[in-house]
T-cell receptor, first 115, second 111 residues
Framework: AQKVTQAQTEISVVEKEDVTLDCVYE???????LFWYKQPPSGELVFLIR??????QNEISGRYSWNFQKSTSSFNFTITASQVVDSAVYFC????????????FGIGTKLQVIP | KAGVTQTPRYLIKTRGQQVTLSCSPI?????VSWYQQTPGQGLQFLFEYFSETQRNKGNFPGRFSGRQFSNSRSEMNVSTLELGDSALYLC??????????FGPGTRLTVL
């Protein structure tokens, strides 16, 4: 069975601070995909990243970066110099090979960035 | 380019009724996925369609069904509604690249 654990249910940071959202996953598959999504207060989910299990390179996109470590089954997400617009619920997710099939989500981490 | 659209945005039904939700993906996208979001269960995968074929289904009872048309538009149907079906239903489309685009969702309330 697949499982995604986001141990941090809520995090508050002051604007311009860096923040890391943790994600630990469990799967017996050797090929799988990991995702991060953002859900702002408006409710619409926003796709942030998809990473397959064979690609362990860290990825950076602007102020966002992702650290994938297979050895610890973690796929952590860091926001550098946080902004108020980053306030949202962030979901980590896992799927079997093929991308968007049978996606398993974590419970989400609510991030509040205080001005 | 128009985004993913979902209709209706809000819906109120009573127990025992059935409901059909619609999703129009981004033009050219052939993959459509459906998700249910509730406060208790969080986000859960319902099903994914590609070129009119259901490729996978999540752990939901047979009351939940869906289909995809030749123009890639998708519908999901819930029959014999239960109180626990009250949720935000999200649809997403993908064009084969890594990125996935979500619609605004349909908020279903079952009374």
């Amino acid at each position: 069975a697949q499982k995604v654990t986001q141990a941090q249910t809520e995090i508050s940071v002051v604007e311009k601070e860096d923040v890391t959202l943790d994600c630990v996953y469990e799967t017996r598959d050797t090929t799988y995909y990991l995702f991060w999504y953002k859900q702002p207060p408006s409710g619409e989910l926003v796709f942030l990243i998809r990473r397959n299990s064979f690609d362990e390179q860290n990825e950076i996109s602007g102020r966002y970066s992702w650290n994938f470590q297979k050895s610890t089954s973690s796929f952590n997400f860091t926001i550098t110099a946080s902004q108020v617009v980053d306030s949202a619920v962030y979901f980590c997710a896992l799927s079997r090979s093929g991308g968007y099939q049978k996606v398993t989500f974590g419970i989400g981490t609510k991030l509040q960035v205080i001005p | 380019k128009a985004g993913v659209t979902q209709t209706p945005r809000y819906l109120i039904k009573t127990r025992g009724q059935q409901v059909t939700l619609s999703c129009s993906p981004i033009s050219g996208h052939r993959s459509v996925s459906w998700y249910q979001q509730t406060p208790g269960q969080g986000l859960q995968f319902l099903f994914e369609y590609f070129s009119e074929t259901q490729r996978n289904k999540g752990n939901f009872p047979g009351r939940f069904s869906g289909r995809q048309f030749s123009n890639s538009r998708s519908e999901m149907n819930v029959s014999t509604l239960e109180l626990g079906d009250s949720a935000l239903y999200l649809c997403a489309s993908s064009g084969g690249a890594k990125e996935q685009f979500f619609g605004p969702g349909t908020r279903l309330t079952v009374l």
